[in-house]
């Protein structure tokens, strides 16, 4: 319960001060407002949060894998050739360096056409990014495809805990789509995945 309570005022301090601040200046101006926590528990609480404090120069890693969660089968193996629509997406996340934070920006490519069939943007890079990603993608399918013409459809990803995780893997699950993993920071995944810029957006 305390945890809770912490994770909200840490969520406000960070908020109101343009999500800049990182657990140093949090751990402040909580104890200034008469929260008493130690530094330790703000930067413990603000991971589990997936937030952190804009550092000017600072490289981003957005691939952190889950060494102990089950990763699905590689039914890609570097055949990114589908033979149609919505038969084999992959999706990623990148960054973007704003004024006031980093924002994360996820995307789901289909390879058939080369478009962008579902994206999302925050400035965590919590499961959360991921999933909006791929719910925008299955809305665009939806709308494309009757049910009963359907074929097998594949996503693929690196191994990133965001794409490890048992949510994602629920829920495509339950889409009736095909979980597959690539390795962590695979530059033979990379070239589609990375040259988002001149893709087409979903219309």
């Not at 601040?21 to 703000?42: D, P, S």
């Not at 952190?52 to 590689?74: C, H, L, N, S, Y």
């Not at 996340?93 to 994360?104: G, P, R």
């Not at 990133?160 to 949510?167: D, N, P, R």
Request: with cysteine; aromatic share 8%; charged share 25%.
């Amino acid at each position: 319960m305390r945890d809770t309570e912490l994770k909200e005022l840490i969520r406000q301090v960070h908020t109101d001060n343009y999500r800049v601040y990182g657990a140093r200046k949090i751990w402040r101006e909580l104890n200034r407002r008469g929260h008493t926590v130690a530094r330790c528990t703000v930067e413990r609480l603000m991971r589990e949060l997936g937030i952190a404090g804009a550092v000017r120069g600072k490289k981003v890693i957005t691939t952190i894998p889950d060494q102990q969660a089950e990763r699905a089968p590689d039914r890609v193996e570097r055949d990114f050739v589908a033979s149609a629509p919505n038969r084999c997406w992959v999706a990623d996340f990148t960054h973007v360096a704003t004024w006031s934070a980093v924002v994360y920006v996820a995307f789901v490519v289909d390879t058939f056409s080369r478009r962008i069939v579902g994206w999302s943007a925050a400035t965590s890079k919590e499961t959360r990014l991921v999933l909006d990603a791929l719910e925008m993608a299955l809305w665009q399918r939806d709308r494309d495809e009757h049910p009963h013409v359907r074929g097998e459809l594949i996503h693929h990803s690196d191994a990133g805990s965001q794409y490890t995780s048992f949510k994602l893997a629920e829920h495509l699950d339950t889409a009736g789509i095909a979980a597959s993993i690539g390795s962590v920071g695979d530059a033979y995944d990379k070239p589609l995945s990375s040259h988002c810029a001149p893709l087409r957006l979903c219309g």
